[in-house]
């Protein structure tokens, strides 16, 4: 079993309910719905047999809404596109039209105000990129740098210019309260810039919401606001596209070991995203740079790894999983081997009684080589932070409440579990031994350390330890640490 999270991204290839069934099968903890593809009609389609197949497997499966952002792209041009070369010139005007060679527009004509003469205009991920000359009033003069085709509805990226823009679209409110009154796990930001975008997006939520936001890192004024989008955040998902579009892509592999290093450090989940095994879209097979790249984002302790194109439109999306599952396997094995485990700050992690607790408990289980950690929470932060600790083992989140475990399948390591909660110690431990006991993740007199609170009515009163040899009778008496 590994820890790993894997997030699937649904389309054409992957939206029936015999493939999510399989899906699930091969190791798929999230689902992720992509807003900038597909109608509101089609993910809400899709997310009813991601709900049957959940009631089919019992299993908690969380789903994340992608927004699609303030995403700029080319409007139509005569015949889809064009060739320009190195040298040519081309201009983007601010009005609407139909371009060609020599011009074109775009979905956001005041764009042509806030780019200076120098800055950089990439169309198709960098795959052509220009240079502003000149900025006139109502269009920009341009020459290129790199030919290639320019196509209809391609991106438009400006790594120099800071662009004064809502980070949320008319679409992304729509999409955003459809999420919502879906009650799905997570919403994913597009394009966030600073802590201020996060914040526009939670003024959209009810306050008694408890959708959790993902912070996607794709543009330059993202990194160097960093430590503020991780704390205004839930999740940060390091979307490697963009980000090697907006800067020099030599960057981005360590770019990528920074932020998931901070969001350890901050103890948050962490995605890594983007072409993690891209051949696999059209081949069965892997390429070894691309297993590589996956064991190493498991080896930086990323929480999650992500496929987008691989299983949305891919010929191999059942494979996709499966290889990342198995590689997840070998690399978290050698993990152990090496002890490669970390323990979080104890300054970090003092400063809360949940904190202490999370801590005193992965040191306890690594001391006594306990079989699992089970951890009872209302919201979720224990285990969180217990999964932030890289024990090493298993970590078995226990819930009464289904949106909370829907929401542990995004951490590492956690195996969520809803169940009911008994007031009495003594029979809440039997009650788990013949949960955990069922599953097969323990056997008799396996040695395991549970977390609790002793206030039922309190919400995050986790403070107590309890060291608990499993039984299949009699429960032995706990010993409170």
Known sequence: MIQTKIVATLGPATDS??????????????????????TIEQHAATFRQIKKACEQTGEMIAVMGDLCGP???????EDDEFEIARGDKMEIVAEHMVGGPG???TNRPELVKEVQVGHRV???DGMV?????RVLEDRLECTCEIGGMIRTRKGLNLPDSDLEMSALTDKDREDLAW???????????SFVRSAKDLQELRELMPLEDRCRIVAKIETVQAIKYMDQIIEASDVILVARGDLGVEMELARVPILQKRIVR???????????????LQSMVDSPVATRAEVSDVANAILDKADCVMLSAETSVG???????????KTALYTEDEMRLRNRASRMDPALTMRRVTTAVAHGASLLARELEAKLVAVWTDTGNTARLLSKTRLGMPVVGLSTDELVCRRMAMYFGVIPICMSRHREILQMLRDVDTELLKRGLVKSNDLIVVVAGTRLDQTGATNALLIHLVSDGETNVPVFA
Request: hydrophobic share 50%; aromatic share 6%; with cysteine.
């Open 17 to 38: 309910l015999e493939m999510i069934l399989k899906l699930i099968a091969a190791g798929v903890d999230v689902f992720r719905l992509n807003f900038s593809h597909g």
């Open 71 to 77: 995403k700029i792209r080319i409007d139509p041009v």
């Open 103 to 105: 011009r074109v527009s």
């Open 122 to 124: 990439l169309i198709d």
């Open 129 to 133: 990129r220009l240079r502003v000359d």
């Open 179 to 189: 999420a919502l009154e879906n009650n799905l796990d997570y919403i994913a930001l």
């Open 262 to 276: 901070q969001c350890q450090n901050a103890a948050k989940p962490c995605i890594v995203a983007t072409q993690m």
């Open 315 to 325: 010929s191999y999306p059942l494979e996709s999983v499966e290889m990342l599952s």
